[in-house]
């Protein structure tokens, strides 16, 4: 309730707090670390990466050391260098050319709600758990197919979507971290985006046929990754009440594990930034690799009962 109490209390971006930290007792041997972090200052990708180094030093301290362990960040202002340096570059310039090619016809938005609204700061949540059965076939078909988890995804989301709104051009959100290697990767701040891919769920190109199709336009999409969503609805003169990319879909699988010393800890994502309409995710544990597929909803639009429906049924599309 604390937490719940806290997350719906918007922080001023002026005046803060941006950052709350609290650490709650449940037992001698069992405690909740909550992390409530403004968007503007950081992405999931840097709420892992603060963990992992709080876990550095916890291990520090208790192997009697000074808790002293080398710096990892990226200072910010290389991140800042390096995103002035890619906006005055000529692949800038080439990320606008394909995403205005990709989306100047694009088609009306739909989603499974029929109708949108303001995207909302709270959210509804269901986790279906995969039977291991299921989880060794899904990463069989990925391994089969040579095929990332978020393009198979979007393709079992444009899929079930298509369906039920008799839609065959479809827009959805993939939502990156953004780091493709050097300083980025050890970089606390907020690089994460959305890129908008285009999928044409055919009732006569088969299920196979449609994930090749997701594989590929991810492939191509992640090439302009960098370019982000504000800039492509400026571009395309998108109105902010316009849905570009609502629904979403995408795959978290096999985060490294967090441990404190000899102490492991699971890591649990309470809010990501606001829920424009739904959110599939198929995600998986390091530690014991149970796999779940999770649907998030907009409570503007969504009742729970039809959240945990639709999680159902994405899991039957995905398996079978």
């Not at 089969?144 to 479809?170: C, F, H, I, K, N």
Request: proline residues 6%; positive net charge.
């Amino acid at each position: 309730k604390w937490m719940r109490d806290d997350m719906a209390t918007p922080p001023d971006p002026e005046r803060g707090p941006h950052i709350t930290q609290a650490l709650f007792r449940a037992a001698p041997d069992r405690y909740f670390w909550y992390q409530r972090v403004h968007r503007f200052l950081a992405d999931g990708y840097t709420c892992r990466l603060v963990a992992a180094r709080v876990g550095e030093v916890y291990k520090a301290l208790a192997d009697a050391r000074d808790g002293t362990v080398g710096d990892t960040f990226t200072p910010i202002r290389r991140l800042a260098e390096e995103e002035a340096q890619y906006r005055a570059s000529p692949s800038y310039e080439e990320d606008r050319r394909f995403w205005i090619r990709q989306l100047t016809d694009r088609p009306c938005p739909v989603n499974l709600a029929g109708r949108f609204a303001a995207a909302s700061r709270t959210r509804l949540r269901h986790a279906v758990e995969l039977t291991p059965r299921q989880g060794r076939a899904v990463r069989s078909l990925t391994d089969r197919l040579q095929m990332g988890p978020s393009a198979l995804m979007l393709a079992v989301t444009a899929l079930y979507t298509g369906r039920l709104t008799r839609t065959d051009d479809l827009v959805l959100g993939l939502p990156v971290s953004c780091r493709t290697g050097g300083t980025a990767d050890t970089a606390a701040g907020m690089l994460s985006n959305v890129l908008a891919v285009r999928l044409t769920p055919r009732p006569d190109q088969g299920v196979i046929g449609l994930i090749c199709q997701a594989s590929q336009a991810v492939e191509e999409a992640l090439l302009h990754q960098r370019y982000r969503l504000g800039d492509v609805r400026r571009d395309l003169r998108v109105h902010e009440r316009v849905p570009l990319a609502a629904t979403q879909a995408g795959a978290v699988l096999g985060d490294d594990p967090l441990r404190f010393g000899p102490y492991p800890a699971t890591m649990h994502s309470l809010c990501e930034g606001p829920v424009e309409d739904v959110s599939c995710t198929l995600r998986e544990r390091s530690a014991d690799r149970r796999m779940y597929l999770e649907v998030e909803a907009n409570p503007a639009l969504y009742e729970q009962a039809e959240v945990a429906t639709h999680a159902a049924r994405l899991v039957r599309v995905l398996v079978e």
